[in-house]
C-alpha cells in the first residue's frame, strides 16, 4: 500500500510520516496548539508545546500509531489503532518535558497536567476505537481545508476496518469540524478548579 494518498476532490496530499518527519510533526502540532485553551492551563508557554509532541511521538506513536503529515508540511495528526494504549510510556524526552513545565509553571503545572490525564483515562472510550490524540494545522495555514483533509484521511481507516473513532477535544472552536466528520460528543470533561473542558467525542464507523 502507497504511503501517499491525494485526495481527488480537495488536491491535498497526505502521507504516512517517518521517523525522519517527527520532528516537523511536532513542529507543526507546536505551532497548532498555540491558542489551545488546555495546553495554556497547564503548560503556560507555548515555545515547550512542540517538545510535548516528540516526546509522544517517539515513545508512543512512531512504533504503535499512525501519523499523517500533508504534502507541504502544514498539518499533521496522531493516531492510535484499536488495542494500543493511549498511556505514554516513560521517555527521557518526556522528563525533558517535565522539566520544562515544571520551569514555566511550576509545580502547579505539573499537576495540572497529570489531572487532565487522569480524567481523560476516566472518561476514555472502552470499546475496540481509533484514537485521534492529535490533529493540527499551522496557524498560517488554518481554514484553507487541510485539517478536514487529514481527518478524512484517518478515518477511512476507521470505516475500512468498521470501528469507531474517539477523541478528546481540547478547543471547543474545533468540535463543529470533528462533527461535520460524524464525530458526536459523549461527555464534557469538565476540569477542577476553574480548568478549561475537554469534549469526549465518539464517530460511529460508516459503511
Known amino acids: 500500500m502507497s504511503d501517499v494518498y491525494v485526495q481527488a476532490n480537495t488536491g491535498h496530499s497526505i502521507e504516512l510520516a517517518n521517523d525522519s518527519q517527527l520532528s516537523v510533526v511536532s513542529d507543526i502540532l507546536g505551532d497548532a496548539f498555540t491558542h489551545d485553551p488546555v495546553f495554556a492551563w497547564f503548560a503556560g508557554n507555548p515555545d515547550i508545546y512542540a517538545a510535548f509532541f516528540r516526546a509522544e511521538a517517539e515513545a508512543l506513536y512512531k512504533d504503535y500509531g499512525e501519523i499523517y503529515i500533508s504534502g507541504e508540511h502544514s498539518a499533521a495528526a ?16 518526556s522528563l525533558l518535558v517535565f522539566w520544562k513545565i515544571f520551569y514555566n509553571a511550576v509545580i502547579q503545572g505539573c499537576r495540572r497536567g497529570l489531572l487532565i490525564d487522569r480524567l481523560c483515562a476516566e472518561h476514555h472510550m472502552r470499546e475496540p476505537h481509533y484514537y485521534l490524540h492529535a490533529i493540527g494545522v499551522k496557524l498560517d495555514y488554518q481554514g484553507s481545508g487541510i485539517g478536514s483533509a487529514l481527518l478524512k484521511q484517518g478515518l477511512l481507516d476507521c470505516d475500512a476496518q468498521h470501528m469507531p473513532a474517539y477523541l478528546e477535544s481540547s478547543n471547543e472552536k474545533n468540535n463543529p469540524l470533528y462533527e461535520r466528520h460524524g464525530f458526536e460528543v459523549q461527555s464534557a470533561i469538565r476540569v477542577p478548579d476553574g480548568g478549561p473542558t475537554l469534549w469526549a467525542m465518539k464517530r460511529a464507523p460508516r459503511l
Open 78 to 93: 496522531m493516531w492510535l489503532p484499536p488495542g494500543v494504549s493511549s498511556k505514554v510510556p516513560l521517555h527521557w524526552r
